[in-house]
């Protein structure tokens, strides 16, 4: 079975503002041997190689990453720090109530967690636990959580407050925003500064790390073989944590799509921000599909986000991954309407990057058909950041064939609705994109879409919060 490699995606200016350098380690070669080897130095990764430290130091514990650590998903998104219970409605799809209260609760805990493992670890990743805004900045998107928040309701827990336009609009910094509702227990990080510091914590547990190392094929059997450039490792289970580059294998193809989001850095505005009122440090997002998420750096600045949606043919992580300037344009144009008197604020960072979107955008996992040793957890859908501790769990428990409540969660071995192969893939995903920009664009006007547009948009896998 073949794993695409591609070349470095451009570093984002998490990575670019670290002090320490980002020297890769050394890449794999020769012959190698080891008991668990992790494909992919993102979140996921790491955290699975963490847990398995813990569970059993004494474990031969494998890193390959075709890149450096964090130079995939995890050095370049938003870094906000969410919980699943946006996600409640997906989850009750496909788990009975004890089941969903248990995946949103553990989501929820991971956040605080991760507080935790920083200060105990001492990475400075700029955890600020200020909770998460949810707004709308359209008439049509007002109380477009409100099913979610009756859902909340009907299983006995209460995790959002309904904010008042006024609060919205002050704690924002913008009468853009509308309405909202906020949920506390959300945090944000410097994404860069914590995938880089996981890294370091795993290599002082003793997790083996070979940066630069693409495995190009992996042969099942016991062991695995796995092969790169220079060398081959041979390993008694894999994991598969190689998030949106996980899809040219065609069996978890068919489970994930792989769009990009992107993402715009301003100049430090520190003064303006305070003029704003924007101070308060939240993470923001509106209620978009193609959802807009804002948030202020410790120096100042704003990252503007925006899940852009663009596909690449054949699931191909190219340029659109890495810098796709259409896409970074569409994400500069929200961040002039969000905050119009910033129009002649200078950007001076852009970048894009993969989000592995399952259709209910929720992850999977689960053992590769005809192996009973190469397990996978992919689809986090542009929220990882905080359920990837989770994920590291659960995919722990599976290399060790560990019967627990996490390698018999839900979420493992779910059966999910599956994207068509190609060229309806891309074709029929660049078709729906359109149709969701299109209308879109018409909700923000205060226009009434077309009739076309959302039925075709309609089609959309689910965003960032449960499927309206
Ligand atoms: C622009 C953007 C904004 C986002 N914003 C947020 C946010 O604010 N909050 C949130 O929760 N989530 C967000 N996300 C999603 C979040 O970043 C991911 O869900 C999370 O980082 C997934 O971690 P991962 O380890 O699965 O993936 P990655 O970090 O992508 O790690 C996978 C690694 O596998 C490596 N790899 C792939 N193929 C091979 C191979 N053949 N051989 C060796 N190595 C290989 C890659 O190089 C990569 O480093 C965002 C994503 C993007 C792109």
Redesign the pocket.
Known sequence: MR???SAPLARSYWLRSLKDSLQPSRSLSGEQRADVAI???????LWTALTLKERDPKLDVVI????IC?????G???????SWWPKIGSLLGFCDQAQALFLAHAAEQAIAELGAFCQEHRIDADFVRNGWLWTATTPAHIDSWNGTLALCERLGVAPFARWTADQVAAATGSAVHLAGVFEASNATVQPGALVRGMRRVAEQAGVRIFEQ????QIDPGRPVRLHCAKGHLDAGAVVL?????AASIPELGKLIVPVN???VVTEPIPDDLRTLGWTGQQSITDSQLMVD?YRTTRDGRIAF?KGTGALAYGSRIDHTFSRHQPSIDLTAADLRRTYPSLAHKQITDAW????DRTYDSLPVFGTLAGSDNIHYGIG?S?????P?RLGGRILASLALNTPDPWSQCALVGRTCKTFPPEPLRYLGGSLVRNAVIRKERAEISGEQPRALDRLLAGLAPAGLEDKA
């Open positions: 794993l695409a490699s494909i992919g130095g993102g979140f996921v990764g390959v990453e075709q890149d964090g130079g995939g998903a995890s370049r998104n938003g870094g906000f720090v969410m190392s693409a495995v190009t944590a190689s998030n949106a580059w989001s992107s993402i998420y986000g894009s990057g993969p989000i986090w542009g929220n990882g950041v905080g990837s």
